[in-house]
């Protein structure tokens, strides 16, 4: 089946650890999009990528990194200078063409600070 | 740049019933994208409903309809015949510029909890 894969599910880091979180699709889609959640709060864009190799910077880019060296694939690492990093983090694509640029979500990783 | 909002922290529905989940939205584009996503609690965002600005006629999918009302920059989400399946969290979000450059600006609301009873 065709789709979106985030893993962990969970992930727990340590203070001055950096961690990757892992984001793969099968749906052929070019545009690729990191957001971050808060409790009760609504999504907010980290980083997003049209194509191979280029990336922009969302809303809350910073003390977090992203590389996009395949079309399938969009990891993000989550730095030592992002100092509050405990939320729900959401992987998106979309085909990136067209009038209707839908984005389709993956399940999700929980990061937890210990 | 954009804005969402959605004044409904929470909703109460009756199974069987009609619900309706407010939004309006401000943006100075004249082309832009209205999306509608259901949160369950398992965290995954599913998408619901599309409407684009220049769409002449309300955007419907099965038992979801989004009653667009440019003027009063409204985008409210109708659920007909709510089933208990519905309780989640649902956001609006908007993208600037549909089908113009600026991909993957998905500005959301801070989302309405509804809850549909038996």
């Known amino acids: 089946d065709g789709g979106i894969t985030q893993s962990p599910k969970y992930l727990f880091r340590k203070e001055g650890q950096n961690v990757t979180l892992s984001c793969e699709q099968n749906?052929?889609?070019?545009?690729m999009y990191w957001y971050r959640q808060d409790p009760g709060q609504g999504l907010r864009l980290i980083y997003y990528s049209q194509i191979v190799n280029d990336f922009q910077k969302g809303d809350i880019a910073e003390g977090y990194s992203v590389s996009r060296e395949k079309k399938e694939s969009f990891p993000l690492t989550v730095t030592s200078a992002q100092k509050n990093p405990t939320a729900f983090y959401l992987c998106a694509s979309s085909m990136d063409r067209g009038l209707q640029e839908t984005q389709y979500f993956g399940p999700g990783t929980r990061l937890l600070v210990l | 740049a954009q804005k969402i909002t959605q004044t409904q922290p929470g909703m109460f529905v009756q199974e069987k019933e009609a619900v309706t989940l407010d939004c309006t939205y401000d943006t100075s584009d004249q082309s832009y994208g209205l999306f509608w996503y259901k949160q369950p609690s398992s965290g995954e965002m599913i998408f619901l409903i599309y409407?684009?600005?220049?769409?002449?006629q309300n955007a419907t999918e099965g038992r979801y309809s989004l009653n667009f009302q440019k003027a009063r920059k409204s985008a409210n989400l109708v659920i007909s015949a709510s089933q208990l399946g519905d309780s989640a969290m649902y956001f609006c979000a908007m993208s600037p510029n549909a089908g113009g450059t600026s991909y993957g600006k998905l500005t959301f609301g801070q989302g309405t909890i509804l809850t549909v009873h038996p």
């Open positions: 749906l052929n889609h070019d545009a």
């Open positions: 409407q684009g600005s220049y769409d002449e």
